[in-house]
């Protein structure tokens, strides 16, 4: 189930969401050389959040980042790898699978917070998940990238927000594909309980992967702070706005 778009106009500029989004394309490019060697590997060793070296745990190990480079941890990471990792990424599916899950809902969540809020909103989501994420493995030498954690918190906070609103979604089943319209609830709540029942098997794993426990945070933590950072009288004026059309095809 993959989201197209949903049925829900804002009433003001996303600033904040845009420049999210600039900014781990900024870095993507930049930092991390659009995925190439040695760009990508050499971003991981020195900006990605390894928990072992940030809390020494896997201090004197290495982390194997490609079939070419092993960073050597020394157990002095910085707390700002936490942040940067954020923003960073570990292919092309990644971060565009990340910044469009960020287009389609980060703009409505924003719409009822500002700008600095949901900035701020942003990045205590992104806290929490990497958090989560750390808590099932704090000795584990494999960095950790990527904005879901965060993005999981923008999708907790906009199911909370509108759980009924219409999201057009993208249906596989084998070779048959076709489109639904959900209510948002279906589709978040789908999403998370897949993140669930492949995050409690790797519970006690080593090995790379997905950080399924940072998405499960992340949206965990959207789902109680979005309250605290929403403004009523935003809320109020972007759910007077018109809803768009409904899709031909409507599940519940």
Request: glycine share 12%; proline share 6%.
């Amino acid at each position: 189930m993959f989201p197209l778009r949903d049925e829900n106009p804002s009433v003001h500029v996303p600033w904040a969401t845009y420049s999210i989004i600039a900014a781990n394309i900024a870095v993507w490019a930049l930092l991390q050389g659009f995925g190439t060697d040695p760009a990508l590997p050499q971003s991981l060793c020195t900006h990605a959040l390894i928990p072992g070296d940030l809390f020494g745990g896997a201090a004197g190990t290495v982390s194997p980042v490609s079939s070419e480079l092993a960073c050597r941890l020394d157990g002095q990471a910085s707390v700002r790898t936490i942040f940067s990792s954020m923003f960073m990424h570990g292919g092309w599916f990644h971060i565009i699978g990340n910044l469009w899950f960020l287009w389609i809902f980060g703009d409505n969540v924003e719409d009822v917070m500002g700008p600095g809020r949901f900035l701020a909103f942003y990045l205590l989501s992104g806290l929490a998940a990497a958090g989560a994420q750390i808590l099932t493995d704090p000795a584990s030498a494999v960095p950790m990238v990527g904005a879901s954690g965060a993005i999981g918190g923008v999708m907790g906070g906009y199911a909370m927000l509108f759980p009924k609103t219409r999201i057009h979604t993208l249906i596989f089943l084998g070779f048959f594909i076709t489109t639904l319209s959900v209510p948002a609830f279906v589709m978040l709540g789908y999403w998370f309980a897949l993140q669930l029942l492949q995050g409690v098997p790797s519970l006690g794993s080593s090995g790379g992967g997905v950080a399924f426990w940072a998405h499960i945070g992340g949206f965990v933590a959207g789902l109680v702070l979005v309250k605290l950072f929403q403004r009523r009288d935003y809320l109020s004026a972007h759910l007077a706005q018109p809803r768009r059309s409904a899709a031909r095809h409507r599940l519940f």
